[in-house]
């Protein structure tokens, strides 16, 4: 997806990828406010490190489908 301006998805205004820190390979991902994860620079996927609905830090191994490994919660929700 890197470089391919055209999207079929939508995401609402209330995701921000925050500018990548220092030496750092990743954009820390908010949404409405809180860090919900973080996105490689190459991509836009979403990592789902910590869960927007049940606030739980999610299980690591469920981190990069973007799933929340507690209750379900997916970073695809956003985009509907
Ligand atoms: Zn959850």
Redesign the pocket.
């Known amino acids: 997806m890197a470089g391919n301006e055209t999207t079929t998805k939508t995401r609402p205004i209330d995701i921000i990828w925050l500018d990548p820190l220092p030496n750092h390979d990743h954009r820390i991902v908010l949404f409405k406010g809180k860090t919900i994860g973080f996105s490689p620079l190459d991509s836009d996927e979403i990592r789902l490190t910590s869960?927007?609905?049940?606030?739980?830090e999610?299980y690591a191994l469920a981190v990069m489908d973007g799933v929340?490994?507690?209750?379900?919660?997916s970073v695809e929700e956003l985009d509907q």
């Open positions: 869960c927007y609905k049940c606030k739980k999610n929340c490994a507690w209750c379900g919660w």
